[in-house]
Every structure is written in structure tokens, then in C-alpha cells.
């Protein structure tokens, strides 16, 4: 667990290191309900240097997979995105910011690959964490929204997609913020 932890100081120099699992519920603009599950890193820099940071920017990414709630069979999801992350210290984490989203449907015919570009916001309450020393960390556990707009290859299911994931998110905050 220390190795662990002193990879993830080195890798974040000065900054916001966070790893998140989310699981989510969909509901397409034609009403047709799915899931997602994904796990991504993200890696950023703090916005305010006039002592300990709790304003920062990250860049973000994401793996998994899914059910297609139009198809009703399994896809490939990736996301990357840019978000904006605000730590109320020591309760809560306030994150949103603009993603683009790669799905690829395998069970349709047609393979279908859905091309997203959305936005999200998560209010996350802090279930774990440690607020003092050079390594600060925090535990999240909360929901979060997400909006997508999906436009289809080959042409024909191009959609909206309504997300709402729980989200699980450790962040590191280390020393220099």
C-alpha cells in the first residue's frame, strides 16, 4: 500500500491524481433504458498556487462496456475528457466538466460506433480521507449526471443519452498544493 501510494506522488508531482469506478443506469431519447460500467484515471494541476490548492483541472479518461439500450446488446465504451474538480475540504467533491465518448454496439449488424460529446457533473461526499501531511487523500462515494449527444456510424442512431452513474473516487492531493 505505500508503494502504492508513493507511485501515485511521483506520478502526480504537484497536483490532483484521482482513479474512479462508475456505474450507471442510461436512458436514450427514445426511452430506451441500458447500463454502463467504466474505470478511468485522471491527472491535473491545481488552479490557485497561493498555498494549499483546492481548485484544480484534469484531463480524464475512461474504459469499459455495457448494455446498448436500443439493441439490448453489449458495447465497448471509452471516454476522455477535461474536468474541473473543487475538494470542499474535508466533506465533500464537486466535480464537472466536458467529455468525448467512443461506444462501439458489437451486437448490431452494422457493428454501430456512437461518437459522444456531452458534459457531466458529480457531487461526491468524502466517506474516507486524510486532510494533513505531504500525500492529502480522499475516498468518494456519490452520484453524478451525465448528458451526451451520440452521433452514429453508419447514420441512423444517432441519439441523446441521460447517465446516472454512482461513482467511487480516490484522489491524491500532493505535497506543494
Known sequence: MIKLAACALLLTGCGATSLRLAAAPTLDGDGHPGFESTVGIAVGTPLDFHGPSHHFLQATGSL????????????????????YLYWAEPRLELRG?????????????????????????????????????????????????????????????????????????????????
Open 64 to 83: 469499459g462496456g455495457g448494455l446498448d439500450g436500443r439493441t439490448r446488446t453489449g458495447m465497448l465504451v471509452t471516454t476522455g475528457g477535461l474536468d
Open 97 to 177: 466538466g466536458a467529455r468525448l465518448a467512443y461506444r462501439v454496439v458489437e451486437g448490431d449488424p452494422a457493428h454501430t460506433k456512437l461518437f459522444g460529446v456531452g458534459g457531466h457533473l458529480g457531487i461526491l461526499p468524502v466517506v474516507a480521507g486524510n486532510a494533513s501531511g505531504p500525500g492529502v487523500y480522499h475516498l468518494c462515494l456519490g452520484p453524478e449526471i451525465q448528458v451526451e449527444w451520440l452521433h452514429s456510424d453508419p447514420a441512423g442512431s444517432s441519439r441523446t443519452l441521460l447517465s446516472l452513474p454512482l461513482v467511487v473516487e480516490l484522489t491524491v492531493l500532493t505535497a506543494g498544493d
